[in-house]
């Protein structure tokens, strides 16, 4: 009983526009509240029922901005 603290390794994450078909079992709606560039990777700071740090590539970054402007 009580409060706990969970930790979700941030590459462990997955980003998707839509929401996906297939294996994910967890899934939540979030809003990006912040991108961090670090060289190869990104950091995107999620808020939403639960707020999450995703790490993905920058490439990925611009993907889902493609996405989001074309939808």
Known sequence: ???AFVVIAPNAVSLQ???PAGSPRNRW???VAAVDLLG???RVHLQGP???TAEVTPAAVAELEANHAGG
Request: hydrophobic share 20%; aromatic share 0%; glycine share 6%.
């Open 29 to 31: 709606q979030c809003t």
């Open 1 to 3: 009983d009580g409060p």
């Open 40 to 42: 190869t990777r990104a």
């Open 50 to 52: 639960l707020e999450l």
């Open 17 to 19: 526009p839509e929401p």
